[in-house]
């Protein structure tokens, strides 16, 4: 499956944004989606991820009761409604789908990733 990550920008301390992410193909619902986050000079992290059909969810300890990851079957498009932004969340943000493994916060158990989207968050 093709992602495009979109929504990023530049945002004030405690603002909010919302990142999309369109995926392309007939059969979006089987694919477990996840996000990613890359500081510069850091790994990438596990944000939050959320199953194929059942849309259960699982977010990264750092982001729980702030961030929000919910997708649309319909429009082939899986969601991350971030509110209370810090200056920590700064990073390119990255969606990416798998086929096996639900709610996994290991990247190698995703097999396709958007080209990211860059989320800066001022103090």
């Not at 990416?96 to 103090?123: I, M």
């Amino acid at each position: 499956v093709q992602l495009q990550a979109s929504g990023g920008g530049l945002v004030q301390a405690g603002g909010s944004l919302r990142l999309s992410c369109a995926a392309s193909g007939r059969t979006f619902s089987i694919y477990h989606m996840g996000w990613f986050r890359q500081a510069p000079g850091k790994e990438r992290e596990f944000v939050a991820a959320i199953t194929g059909s059942s849309g259960s969810t699982a977010y990264a300890d750092s982001v729980r009761g702030r961030f929000t990851v919910s997708r649309d079957n319909v429009k082939n498009t899986v969601y991350l409604q971030m509110h209370n932004l810090k200056p920590e969340d700064t990073a390119v943000y990255y969606c990416a789908a798998g086929h096996y493994y639900s709610l996994s916060r290991h990247e190698r158990h995703y097999l396709d990733w958007g080209q990211g989207t860059q989320v800066t968050v001022s103090s």
